[in-house]
């Protein structure tokens, strides 16, 4: 088997206006769907973050990977490291996001090649991952503060007809009452058994106050607090004083190995990463300082699923939890993060998802359906998801008609707060 062509397809989906360390997001949040073929009519999917500098990668890859056979991973992605080599932390930036590009490539064709595997033998991606040792994958209800107003064409506007979920998605979220609101609508309608709030973007009491809102309201529920590595190390230990007992891990308190090392000692919290080691380059120094007790794994991040099912394996024997990250995405992810989910023999908590804040979807069938907090891992062929091309073709003019082409959630804050500036340390 041959691939012939790489199509690959920038989508601009709704997102709602939630807060965050790096200021604010679009109405728009961007991916990238691609589909390679083959020469024996089979087409593979993928999805990755969206920005014009990874699809211009991911253009540049297509012609060193046509004419490759989609079984042959190990040499597509050698072939994806000698044209570009490896990226260096300094490219990863320091944040707002991560903006390494080479690993969305290596994720794109590894998962598309997967997908084309699994529907050539018959087979879920799963089992070709080591098949699945839970068929329930369960995630966390992720909280963010936020303004009013739900994205897209409904920026800041609420259709005053929606109830229950549809009607809590869009309605602010800042106080430690309206954090809990929206817990209960994202809850009732997902049923997910733990909690993860994104920090990082009012002052630690703040957000403190609503950690111990939601603990009083869901007592039974693990809790996470992520400020994306703004708070000061002084800052962390103050408060994790008072989050003993409370939360079920605290995700990048501070920023870089060292400082999250420095916090590890004043502690029992377990520390969890998605910023601090974030590749496989990373983790002997992890394992050195001891930076964090969990990793939040991210096939888009980490280079594929094979890639992270390695990752999961390098967990168990350091002694670390794995766990899953997320950015806003669609369907084709998270069909993705699912069988990855359901392959990893050591996954060790609930998994991040953007999902319940996108209303858009490209699959065939519209949303993916959630019980009790879980997606049950599909047993069709590939991946199990088909691309709905009309969907694909409106959220592709939403992007050309958006005029976003890579994500800045500092400039979306300016348009609400004039003058306001991302701080690498804020508190
Ligand atoms: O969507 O604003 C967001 C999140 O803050 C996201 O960009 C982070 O990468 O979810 C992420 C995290 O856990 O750090
Ligand atoms: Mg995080």
């Known amino acids: 088997m041959k691939i012939t062509d790489i199509k690959i397809t ?8 939630l807060l965050n360390a790096a200021g604010l997001h679009a109405p728009y949040a961007l991916r990238t769907i691609i589909e390679i073929e083959t020469d024996i009519g089979i087409t593979g999917l993928s999805e990755i973050p969206g920005s014009s500098g990874a699809d211009e990668a991911l253009a540049e890859a297509r012609d060193a990977v046509i004419g490759l056979d989609p079984f042959h991973l190990s040499r597509i992605m ?10 260096t932390r300094a490219e990863r930036g320091l944040s707002p996001w991560d903006s390494r590009k080479i690993v969305h490539v290596q994720s794109a064709l590894e998962v598309a090649c997967l997908d084309i595997i699994g529907k050539d033998t018959g087979r879920p991606v799963v089992d070709l991952l080591g098949g699945p040792v839970r068929e329930q994958v369960p995630f966390s209800a992720y909280l963010f503060f936020k303004h009013r107003g739900a994205g897209g064409e409904l920026e800041f506007n609420t259709a005053p007809k929606a109830t229950g979920w549809a009607a809590a998605r869009q309605a602010e979220g800042l106080t430690p009452e309206q954090m809990v609101a929206q817990a209960q609508g994202m809850i009732e309608e997902y049923g997910f058994r733990s909690i993860k709030l994104k920090g990082g973007a009012l002052e630690p009491a703040q957000e403190v106050a609503s950690i111990h809102a939601l603990h009083k309201a869901f007592p039974d529920a693990p809790l996470r607090l992520d400020p994306n590595a703004i708070w000061k190390v002084e800052t962390a230990v103050k408060w994790a004083k008072e989050l003993e007992g409370i939360l079920e891990y605290f995700e990048d308190p501070v920023r870089g190995q060292e400082n999250m090392a420095r916090l590890k000692k004043h502690t029992s919290i377990p520390l969890a990463t998605n910023m601090c080691t974030t590749s496989f380059e990373d983790l002997p120094s992890s394992i050195a300082l001891g930076s964090e007790d969990i990793i939040l794994s991210d096939h888009h991040f980490w280079g594929g699923l094979k890639a992270s099912i390695e ?16 950015n806003s995405h ?34 065939v069938g519209g949303k993916m359906k959630f019980e009790e907090g879980a997606v049950t891992v599909s047993r069709e062929p590939g991946l199990g998801v088909e691309l709905d091309r009309t969907e694909l073709a409106r959220l592709h003019e939403n992007y050309k008609r958006c005029g976003l082409t890579h ?4 400039i979306e804050m300016q348009k609400v707060e004039p003058g306001w500036k991302f701080a690498a340390v804020r508190w």
């Open 10 to 17: 920038p989508i601009a989906v709704s997102d709602p206006p």
């Open 78 to 87: 050698q072939t994806i490291t000698q044209q570009f080599g490896k990226e």
């Open 311 to 326: 990752l999961s394996r390098i967990c168990e024997t350091f002694g670390r939890g794995m766990s899953m990250h997320s």
């Open 330 to 363: 669609v369907g084709i992810s998270l069909a993705a993060m699912v069988h990855l989910g359901a392959a990893a023999r050591h996954l060790t908590y609930a998994l991040d998802t953007h999902y319940p804040w996108q209303e858009d979807e490209v699959i």
């Open 407 to 410: 994500r800045n959630d500092e």
